[in-house]
């Protein structure tokens, strides 16, 4: 059973940086496209960053294009989100979903999700 815990959220000011990781507790990282997504209160959960899509991937969503990196470490096996410059408006519950390889980046493509880590970006 696919099991994801993330980490590394916390409190952040505005331009500052914070460093979120997905860990894959079977060690099947290579198996599954590790996907980050986020839904702040009162709006849809919306795709951060995928690292596989239809169209070969990454994603970025265009709110974090150029400030947000995902990158993959099978050493620690796990999907990091690295961001840089945050803003108030990053403020959210981030969640890692894994899915099958080559899939839209969308919620609906992803079946296995973790409880989420919180960000807030406040001054």
């Known amino acids: 059973q696919v099991q994801l815990v993330e980490s590394g959220g916390g409190l952040a000011q505005p331009g500052g940086s914070l460093r979120l990781s997905c860990k894959e507790s079977s060690n099947r990282l290579d198996y599954y496209a590790i996907a980050w997504f986020r839904q702040a209160p009162g709006k849809e959960r919306e795709a951060v960053s995928c690292?596989?899509?239809?169209?070969?991937?990454?994603y970025y969503g265009e709110d974090v294009k150029g400030r947000f990196t995902i990158s993959k470490d099978l050493a620690k096996n796990t999907v990091d989100l690295q961001m840089n410059d945050l803003k108030p408006e990053d403020t959210a519950l981030y969640y890692c979903?894994?899915?099958?390889?080559?899939?839209?980046?969308?919620?609906?493509?992803?079946?296995?999700w973790g409880q989420g880590t919180q960000v807030t970006v406040s001054s």
């Open positions: 690292i596989s899509t239809s169209d070969g991937g990454p």
């Open positions: 979903a894994a899915g099958l390889w080559g899939q839209p980046c969308t919620a609906a493509s992803y079946h296995h």
